[in-house]
Each structure stands twice: as structure tokens, then as C-alpha cells.
């Protein structure tokens, strides 16, 4: 029988991380907050890494991706690298350079997409910003700060239907140049300086700051909430792929697996939804450059760092396309996935996913062992299919994966949706994973 208190708990937590993380680079900071709460040290690429047996580390890149490891007492040689891989980011909308134009006294803000959003879902919800700011101080230097605006500052109000009269026939569109600029304050006349930038100033430690650029992230400012009859199911923002930041971060985060003596990695990336080629990305050199900086440390040989390698396994947890009744015609009739039923194994023989024979038997396993059931996701034929960092992570590498995640709806909606017992599944299966003492392959 399934425990849904039990279930609430780990979604509710999960629901409060997503709140807490309005875009990619406060994932990052509230990763920063649970690791130090677990002694974690950071280490800063620019300085000499000396690295102790059993020792807690995380590197940052980019303020927006995070590697995350314990060194394990053995020799990564005999162990492998343990890794479980997601990304920080979520399609949105991003601030333009020039961020304002002003038209019949209403000031709007220009914005850019951000991967593949589902534009129309962000129309008449309350959004807001939250992002970093790069000003010059007072005494010329240059300086960044985390900003979040935590009220609604900003919406995209729908057409009246009475103006746009087949909406619910042609469907609901926003010209991607002219129809999303989002509506932000009334100006009675002309001012000096923009309201945004004033606003901006306003959340900077020092008000004499001179804003240069930054990086803002278009967010709804609903908090997550749970739903349904027994409230088996949540919505929040960015569950693609915050839900597998979490769950990944949360298996760590337990003292008989950080206690366990092998090397142990989260590895969390910025830039996924764009495609991965970033000095941050999952595409760029963090991860390898982080992996050979650790057998370095330790005085491994180029062999040893090799036979690491060889013995390492990739976890890249990412969302799955669960089922939606009300359109069966869009999934392999043989290969639905369904919310609330198991953690999902993605299968792809292009390469989309880096899922094979070997890994998904050895995922499988460690669901049986964990006590979770496991669902096969194939993509229709006809249909493109979506993609990962595990594929490329893989071939950076050169390890064995396995591409997995849960089931949800409405992914890279403003507003998605997934159900509260696969969660903690994921989290079991991945304590499994990093627990497991024999090698990974
Ligand atoms: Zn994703």
C-alpha cells in the first residue's frame, strides 16, 4: 500500500526547493544552502585543489551549474565515478539588453525566449524576475547580485475573445517579435529613467550602483500546490528538470551514502534547454575537467584516471512524457509512461537518449533492489524525440549510461504537473545507485 503522507513529504520539500529557485542561478544558491548544511567545501577553479579521503566538495561554473562530490576512501580506479547528471535551467522568457519600450503610457518589457517554452501558457499569469545583476560600484568595480522579485511585476494579458474570435478553433498564438512584450507599470509621462532599472537598483546592496547587464528569468510567482481527489499530484514551474535536481541531491544528502567509500557525483547543468554548448554546459569541459582535477588531486596516474573511467556510470535523470488521456493518438500505444507508477526508463536507439541494452537491465536492478517500479518510455516513430546531457555527457566521457526520469504533463509549460509517489521512488532508486558498493560496470 502506498504511503501518501510519506509521498507529500518528499513533494512537499520538493515543492519548497522549486519556490525557492526561480531560475537557473538560484538553483545553485539554494544547492549551496542544503550542502552547507552537510559540511560541504567549495572549491574554486582558480585555486590548487588538495582533496582528503572521504572529503565533502562542490565546484561552481558559470554562478548556474554545479558539481557536487564526496571522494571516496578508494581509489577511483577500483571504484569508477558514480554520477548522476540534470540541469538547473527551464524554458522562459529572458530580459532583452534594452529592456523597455514605452507605448500609450504603458511601460513593457522586451523579451527574448528561452529554449522551448510554451509560450501561450505564460499569457495572464502573475510573473515576475529573478536572475543576476552585473553593476559597476561606486568605487568603479565591478560587482553581481542574485535578484528576486517575489510580487507579481509582470503579466501578458490575453486578447478579449470579442477581439480574437477563433481562439478556440486556431488555437492560442503570441507572435514571438510583436505580442510578447510584457506589460510592467503606467507611466504618466516621460521619465528619466526607466522604471525597471529603478527597481533593479532597488534590490542592489549599494543604491549607488550602476547597472551594466544581467540575466533576468521571466517567472510565475504561483507557489507549487498539490491536486486531485486524494492530492496525488503537484504543479509547480520548472519540474523539467528541477525534480531531478532534487531527487538527486536528496539521495546524496543522507549519511550512510555520503559515509559509503566510493566517489560520488551530482552534476547539475546550466543550458540543457539551448543545447548544452556553453563553458557551463553539459556539452563544455566542467564535468571532464572537474573529474581529471580530482584523480590529479589524489596523484592518480593518466592509467589510473583511465581505468576510472572505465569503471564509471552516468545516471542522467531528466523528465518523461507521461500519458494524457485526452490525446492518446500522440504516444507508442506499447510504450506509455503513467504519473504515479514508477520511474521511467527512456529508450532511443538514435542516440537521443544514452540508454542501452546493458544500463537499463543495470537501472532495473536497482529498482528492484530500492522496491520501485520501473516504466519503458519509447518515442512514436513519426515524432522527433526530445533530448538530454545524457547522451552527450556520455560521449564526453566515454561511459555507460542510463537516461531516466520521471513521468509529468505539460512539460516546458509554465504551470507543469506530476504525481507526488514517483518522486520519492526516484529517490530511492538513485540511494540505490550511489550505494551500491560493487563497481558500476
Ligand atoms: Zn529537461
Same mark, same amino acid.
Given at each position: 500500500?502506498?504511503?501518501?503522507?510519506?509521498?507529500?513529504?518528499?513533494?512537499?520539500?520538493?515543492?519548497?526547493?522549486?519556490?525557492?529557485?526561480?531560475?537557473?542561478?538560484?538553483? =545553485?544558491?539554494?544547492?549551496?544552502?542544503?550542502?552547507?548544511?552537510?559540511? %560541504?567545501?567549495?572549491?574554486?577553479?582558480?585555486?590548487?585543489?588538495?582533496?582528503?579521503?572521504?572529503?565533502?566538495?562542490?565546484?561552481?561554473?558559470?554562478?548556474?551549474?554545479?558539481? =557536487?562530490?564526496?571522494?571516496?576512501?578508494?581509489?577511483?580506479?577500483?571504484?569508477?565515478?558514480?554520477?548522476?547528471?540534470?540541469?538547473?535551467?527551464?524554458?522562459?522568457?529572458?530580459?532583452?539588453?534594452?529592456?523597455?519600450?514605452?507605448?500609450?503610457?504603458?511601460?513593457?518589457?522586451?523579451?527574448?525566449?528561452?529554449?522551448?517554452?510554451?509560450?501561450?501558457? %505564460?499569457?495572464?499569469?502573475?510573473?515576475?524576475?529573478?536572475?543576476?545583476?552585473?553593476?559597476?560600484?561606486?568605487?568603479?568595480?565591478?560587482?553581481?547580485?542574485?535578484?528576486?522579485?517575489?510580487?507579481?511585476?509582470?503579466?501578458?494579458?490575453?486578447?478579449?475573445?470579442?477581439?480574437?474570435?477563433?481562439?478556440?478553433?486556431?488555437?492560442?498564438?503570441?507572435?514571438?517579435?510583436?505580442?510578447?512584450?510584457?506589460?510592467?507599470?503606467?507611466?504618466?509621462?516621460?521619465?528619466?529613467?526607466?522604471?525597471?532599472?529603478?527597481?533593479?537598483?532597488?534590490?542592489?546592496?549599494? /543604491?549607488?550602483?550602476?547597472?551594466?547587464?544581467?540575466?533576468?528569468?521571466?517567472?510565475?510567482?504561483?507557489?507549487?500546490?498539490?491536486?486531485?481527489?486524494?492530492?496525488?499530484? %503537484?504543479?509547480?514551474?520548472? &519540474?523539467?528538470?528541477?525534480?531531478?535536481?532534487?531527487?538527486? &541531491?536528496?539521495?546524496?544528502?543522507?549519511?550512510? &551514502?555520503?559515509?559509503?567509500?566510493?566517489?560520488?557525483?551530482?552534476?547539475?547543468?546550466?543550458?540543457?534547454? =539551448?543545447?548544452?554548448?556553453?563553458?557551463?554546459?553539459?556539452?563544455?569541459?566542467?564535468?571532464? /575537467?572537474?573529474?581529471?582535477?580530482?584523480? /590529479?588531486?589524489?596523484?592518480?596516474?593518466?592509467?589510473?584516471?583511465?581505468?576510472?573511467?572505465?569503471?564509471? %556510470?552516468?545516471?542522467?535523470?531528466?523528465?518523461?512524457?507521461?500519458?494524457?488521456?485526452?490525446?492518446?493518438?500522440?504516444?507508442?500505444?506499447?510504450?506509455?509512461?503513467?504519473?504515479?507508477?514508477?520511474?521511467?526508463?527512456?529508450?532511443?536507439?538514435?542516440?537521443?537518449?544514452?540508454? /542501452?541494452?546493458?544500463?537499463?537491465?543495470?537501472?532495473?536492478?536497482?529498482?528492484?533492489?530500492?522496491?520501485?517500479?520501473?516504466?519503458?518510455?519509447?518515442?512514436?516513430?513519426?515524432?522527433?524525440?526530445?533530448?538530454? &546531457?545524457?547522451?552527450?555527457?556520455?560521449?564526453?566521457?566515454?561511459?555507460?549510461? =542510463?537516461?531516466?526520469?520521471?513521468?509529468?504533463?505539460?512539460?516546458?509549460?509554465?504551470?507543469?504537473?506530476?504525481?507526488?509517489?514517483?518522486?520519492?521512488?526516484?529517490?530511492?532508486?538513485?540511494?540505490?545507485?550511489?550505494?551500491?558498493?560493487?563497481?558500476?560496470?
Amino acid at each position: 500500500m502506498k504511503n501518501l503522507s510519506l509521498a507529500h513529504q518528499s513533494a512537499q520539500d520538493l515543492l519548497d526547493f522549486i519556490d525557492a529557485s526561480p531560475s537557473a542561478w538560484h538553483v =545553485v544558491k539554494t544547492l549551496e544552502t542544503q550542502l552547507a548544511a552537510f559540511q %560541504f567545501q567549495r572549491l574554486y577553479e582558480t585555486e590548487t585543489w588538495q582533496l582528503e579521503n572521504g572529503g565533502r566538495y562542490y565546484v561552481v561554473r558559470g554562478d548556474s551549474s554545479i558539481i =557536487v562530490f564526496v571522494h571516496g576512501e578508494k581509489s577511483v580506479a577500483e571504484t569508477g565515478f558514480k554520477i548522476i547528471g540534470a540541469h538547473t535551467d527551464s524554458p522562459s522568457l529572458r530580459i532583452k539588453p534594452n529592456p523597455t519600450t514605452t507605448t500609450a503610457n504603458l511601460e513593457r518589457l522586451n523579451v527574448e525566449i528561452y529554449g522551448g517554452a510554451i509560450i501561450a501558457t %505564460f499569457a495572464d499569469r502573475e510573473l515576475s524576475l529573478a536572475g543576476r545583476v552585473n553593476y559597476q560600484t561606486e568605487n568603479g568595480e565591478l560587482a553581481q547580485s542574485l535578484v528576486h522579485f517575489p510580487q507579481p511585476l509582470l503579466r501578458l494579458p490575453n486578447l478579449a475573445i470579442h477581439l480574437n474570435r477563433n481562439v478556440n478553433e486556431d488555437g492560442l498564438k503570441f507572435h514571438k517579435q510583436n505580442e510578447l512584450g510584457l506589460l510592467f507599470a503606467n507611466v504618466a509621462e516621460q521619465l528619466p529613467v526607466s522604471q525597471f532599472l529603478t527597481l533593479l537598483t532597488s534590490q542592489l546592496p549599494d /543604491d549607488t550602483a550602476r547597472i551594466l547587464a544581467w540575466d533576468l528569468n521571466v517567472f510565475d510567482t504561483q507557489k507549487g500546490n498539490f491536486w486531485g481527489a486524494n492530492q496525488e499530484f %503537484f504543479a509547480n514551474g520548472q &519540474i523539467d528538470n528541477l525534480a531531478s535536481c532534487h531527487a538527486a &541531491i536528496n539521495a546524496l544528502l543522507d549519511e550512510r &551514502i555520503l559515509k559509503n567509500d566510493s566517489t560520488l557525483i551530482c552534476a547539475f547543468f546550466d543550458h540543457e534547454e =539551448v543545447g548544452s554548448e556553453s563553458h557551463c554546459g553539459a556539452s563544455g569541459s566542467f564535468l571532464t /575537467d572537474t573529474l581529471q582535477r580530482m584523480s /590529479d588531486a589524489t596523484s592518480q596516474s593518466s592509467q589510473d584516471f583511465a581505468r576510472a573511467l572505465a569503471r564509471s %556510470f552516468l545516471i542522467s535523470a531528466d523528465m518523461a512524457h507521461a500519458y494524457h488521456p485526452n490525446f492518446p493518438q500522440v504516444y507508442d500505444a506499447a510504450h506509455t509512461v503513467h504519473v504515479n507508477q514508477g520511474v521511467v526508463i527512456k529508450v532511443n536507439v538514435n542516440q537521443r537518449y544514452t540508454s /542501452d541494452g546493458v544500463s537499463e537491465a543495470m537501472f532495473m536492478r536497482w529498482c528492484e533492489r530500492a522496491n520501485v517500479p520501473h516504466q519503458m518510455y519509447s518515442h512514436r516513430n513519426e515524432l522527433s524525440c526530445g533530448s538530454t &546531457i545524457g547522451a552527450t555527457v556520455s560521449a564526453k566521457l566515454g561511459i555507460r549510461g =542510463v537516461d531516466v526520469g520521471n513521468p509529468m504533463w505539460a512539460m516546458h509549460s509554465c504551470r507543469e504537473s506530476a504525481g507526488v509517489f514517483d518522486h520519492g521512488a526516484m529517490i530511492a532508486v538513485m540511494k540505490q545507485f550511489l550505494i551500491n558498493n560493487a563497481p558500476a560496470s
